[in-house]
């Protein structure tokens, strides 16, 4: 009897470091990929400077000024023309969002190049994760002076 308690309790030992082994080979399979996460790189920008340094922003601006006067005049006049309050206040707001959808066409492309020279940027220094810089607390390469250079080579 002490003979089969002796091997039950050896089997049993032998199932446990067995079962211990396999779980720590499963941990440490488990790990790479975490490792792997830990290893990405992380960058951040600052858009806001980036937008502010791009080449065709200031012509853009100075397109979206004169708009702007365009569209005030035309707001003024159509506003003068009506008696009624509120389709004063309608032909001014029809001549707000006429100037938007005029700032977002202009700008559409600057929003583009920007995001480009970020992805380019990214790829050149092999960074798997970019982030505005204004979301991160601590960590990741600032790549926001790279992006302003990678504008001004294709102007």
């Known amino acids: 009897m002490k003979k089969t308690i002796l091997f039950a309790i050896t089997v049993s030992l032998f199932v446990m470091s067995f079962a211990f082994s396999a ?8 790990a790479a990929p975490a490792q792997a996460a830990s290893a990405e790189t992380v960058g951040i ?6 937008l502010n340094n791009h080449p065709n922003l200031t012509n853009v601006r100075n397109q979206l000024a004169n708009i702007a006067r ?14 009624d309050t509120a389709k004063k206040a309608q032909a001014v707001q029809a001549k707000r969002m006429e100037l938007a959808q005029e700032e977002q066409r202009l700008m559409a492309p600057i929003y583009r190049d920007c995001e480009q020279a970020v992805r380019e940027v990214a790829v050149k220094k092999k ?8 979301v991160v607390l601590i960590g990741g390469v600032d790549i926001t002076q790279d992006v302003i250079q990678q504008l001004s080579r294709k102007k």
């Open 23 to 30: 779980s720590a080979a499963a941990k440490k399979q488990a």
């Open 45 to 50: 920008v600052d858009r806001g400077e980036i």
């Open 70 to 83: 365009q569209k005030e005049n035309e707001a003024k006049a159509a506003a003068d023309k009506e008696t």
């Open 127 to 134: 960074l798997t994760l970019v982030l505005d810089k204004f």
